[in-house]
Structure formats: structure tokens, C-alpha cells
DNA sequence: CGGGACGCCTGTGAGC
DNA sequence: TGCTCACAGGCGTCCC
């Protein structure tokens, strides 16, 4: 569900709603990844900012008055959604774990597999949010990850490309849907080896990650919807795809059935035909 | 440091 | 109907 596009459009979705309420009440049900790392009630009166993203990760500073309270560290995981609502009493649901009452609305993290989190951290760069943060690649859409700074980092890896782009560690925003999509658009066999990717095919993949996102972006992300009208891959992300979700069917380019194989544990389709180690 | 396996959870669909 | 199994959009941690 969510990869960059869908987390940045979630951002985007309420980041101005919230912008400047004051945390009325904070509810947390089950269990998250990780502790929240305050009490509820120390969130009461703060005062909330303006949410940033990272890879895909959301930061939403807090502050009491003048001073700065820290914020709270939020990650969708594989099965997370957040909706802001004005509405502040709304129940909550089985897989709604964690509310921010404010007083514009209440923002609630509905998260079936419990594999987000929300975690309060003093300040972005400090722990728990720091070392999280700290591991990431460049943000896709960075100018500063020119085609020559990607390539160079690919020549560091032996490892297979598509886990280089999966574990974000060059470059955050490609999940295993994009990531798979990127390459297709490329013309590269996810099982290349990074440091057999030339010069120019790795200008290449990156112009198609950017490409790819951006699209994705574009639709609002295309995959980001109620979870339980999200599940499985019947949405209108599966129309878009050319090779996510497709073993068996015929490229679009060459008509080759698609293909799927493991990279690290994850699901990769690609094309054998049209995608070239 | 890189790279792969594992685990965290619940839900769904396929097959029997 | 109910069971088991494979699989699911992420990622930190552990080990080699």
C-alpha cells in the first residue's frame, strides 16, 4: 500500500488541516512497531506543525508555545493508512491503533498488520528518530542525485539491482511494486548485478524511478486507498502496472509472459524479454 | 560495509 | 463449511 507517492499524498492530504491545531487528546489501542515513547496525555496542548516527509516516513513537529515539543515519527508500514476528520468522535475501529484529537480533527492511524508505528522523538535528529532517519538514500526527486552519483553507488554493490532499489539505502521511495515497474520501464533484469549496471542504463533506471513515482504521484498515488477496498491488487494500481501483479500475462510490449521469481524474500516480475541483464 | 534470512502482525484467497 | 498454506505494498535486526 503505501510506497512514496501513496505516503506523500497522504501528507499532502492533511498536512494543511492540521497545520496549527492544538492536540485536544491522544488515544493509542494495540500495540504499534515500536513503543510510543511518551504518554498520551504529555501530547495534550501541543501544538502541531507542518508535516514533513522522509523516504516514508512522516515527522509532525510539535511545539508548546515558542518552544519546541519534540514531534511525533509515524510510519505506514505494509497495511497503514491515516484520514484526517473533522469529525472527532468517531469510534474507533478493530485496526484503528493510534488518534490525534486536535482541534480541527482528529487524525487516526488505521493499521491491520500493525507494522507502523508512531513514535515520539524530541527532535528529528535526535534518537529514537535520528538513527531511523540516518539510514536512508536520497530522496528520489533530489537534485543532487545526479545519474553519475547513482551509478557511483551502484558500482559499490555486487548485490542483484532490484533489491538496491528495495532496500532504499541508495535511493528511498521505490517499494516493491515501483521498484519492479522502474525496472520494466528501464529495460534491466531486476537480478543484474548493480555493479554490471553501465553508466548510462543507470541514468537510465533512475530518470525511470523518477519517472515512475512521479507518475504515481501524479494519480494521487494510485494505489492509496481504503484498506479494505486495497486489498490484493484489484484496485486501480493493477490497470497501471505493466508487470507488478501480472506473472503469467503477456507483456504489453512483446506479448512474452510475464515473469515471477524471490529476490530476498519479496515478489519480482519482470519480463524476460524486454528487460536485459 | 554488503547482503540475505528472519520476524513483526493480520487478513485474504486458493486448494482440499 | 472449515482447515491449511502461500502470500501481501516495509523495514529493523541479526548474522555471515
Known amino acids: 500500500m503505501p510506497e512514496l507517492p501513496e505516503v506523500e499524498t497522504t501528507r499532502r492530504s492533511f498536512a494543511g488541516r492540521i497545520d496549527s491545531a492544538t492536540v485536544v487528546s491522544a488515544r493509542l489501542g494495540a500495540a504499534l512497531r515500536w513503543p510510543l515513547g511518551c504518554t498520551t496525555e504529555s ?29 511525533l515519527l509515524m510510519h505506514l508500514g505494509m497495511s497503514g493508512s491515516l484520514a484526517f476528520r473533522e469529525a472527532v468522535s468517531l469510534p474507533p475501529a478493530k485496526h484503528d491503533h493510534f488518534d490525534l484529537i486536535t482541534t480541527r480533527g482528529l487524525l ?16 528529528i535528529d535526535q534518537p529514537p528518530a535520528a538513527p531511523l532517519l540516518a539510514k536512508l ?58 555493479d554490471r549496471v553501465s553508466r548510462p542504463r543507470a541514468a537510465r533506471l533512475l530518470a525511470s524511478v523518477r519517472a515512475t513515482l512521479a507518475q504515481a504521484l501524479a494519480l494521487g498515488g494510485s494505489t492509496l486507498r481504503d484498506f479494505r477496498d486495497a486489498h490484493g491488487m484489484d484496485g486501480a494500481y493493477q490497470d497501471q502496472s505493466s508487470v507488478y501483479g501480472r506473472e503469467g500475462q503477456p507483456c504489453a510490449a512483446c506479448a512474452t509472459p510475464i515473469r515471477r521469481i524471490v529476490q530476498s524474500q519479496r515478489s519480482t516480475f519482470f519480463c524476460p524479454r524486454c528487460q536485459k541483464r
Open 137 to 194: 538514500g536520497a530522496e528520489p526527486f533530489d537534485e543532487a542525485l545526479t545519474a553519475e552519483a547513482f551509478h557511483t553507488a551502484l558500482q559499490r554493490r555486487r548485490g542483484p539491482v532490484k533489491a538496491a532499489l528495495l532496500g532504499g539505502s541508495i535511493v528511498v521511495g521505490a517499494g516493491n511494486i515501483y521498484a519492479c515497474e522502474a525496472l520494466f520501464a528501464a529495460g534491466i533484469d531486476p537480478r543484474t548485478r548493480c
Open 108 to 123: 487516526r492511524l488505521t493499521d491491520p498488520r500493525r507494522f507502523g508505528a508512531v513514535v515520539w522523538s524530541p527532535a
Open 43 to 71: 501530547l495534550v496542548g501541543c501544538t502541531v506543525g507542518q508535516t514533513e516527509r522522509r523516504g516514508k516516513y512522516l515527522w509532525l513537529p510539535l511545539s508548546r508555545g515558542a518552544a519546541p515539543a519534540g514531534g
